[in-house]
């Protein structure tokens, strides 16, 4: 059975290839793995250092804002503008995100939070196993993109990180 860093070094070295599906099979265990495919076309475009850019619900309603406001929806996409230098904690996994341990416990991390690269910032369950999620990068949580129990995709970012 492969361990957790070698499935996370595997989704990584076939996120940066042109492979769309692996499969891998050893002693009755057995992991597929297949890219999304499906491309948002998206007015404007504020990459996020190397990951590929989500479009989000409050974005949507910043288009879809009155005429009256026009200010408010500059605003909201000049705040983008912002983030470019930040880095994305992303999920490795299709699971259900919980920002704590338990439902009684207080979350890993919030805006706000330093982290290191190996500090814990979530758990990501995926078929009754909690897979605890790290950092992997040094700096300030500056934005929690998903909510408590949300269902996540792989590579979905679920944390925006300013580095140090």
Avoid: W
């Avoid at 265990?29 to 479009?55: G, Y």
């Avoid at 995926?126 to 408590?148: H, P, Q, S, T, Y």
């Amino acid at each position: 059975m492969l361990k957790i860093q070698e499935i996370r070094e595997i989704i990584k070295l076939i996120d940066q290839s042109d492979i769309e599906e692996f499969s891998y099979e050893h002693e009755g265990s057995k992991i597929e793995l297949k890219k999304r495919t499906a491309t948002v076309a998206v007015a404007q475009h504020h990459p996020v250092a190397h990951q590929p850019v989500m479009v989000q619900q409050p974005v949507q309603a910043a288009v879809e804002t009155p005429a009256s406001a026009p200010e408010r929806v500059e605003a909201k996409l000049e705040g983008t503008a912002n983030k470019e230098n930040y880095l994305q904690v992303v999920s490795p996994m299709v699971g259900t995100f919980y920002e704590s341990p338990s439902p009684d416990s207080p979350a890993y991390v919030q805006t706000g939070s330093q982290v290191n690269a190996d500090t814990v910032v979530c758990i990501v369950e995926a078929m009754k196993l909690f897979n605890e999620i790290e950092a992997e990068v040094d700096g300030e949580i500056v934005e929690v993109l998903v909510r408590d129990g949300e269902l996540v995709e792989y590579g979905q970012p679920l944390f925006l990180v300013k580095p140090r």
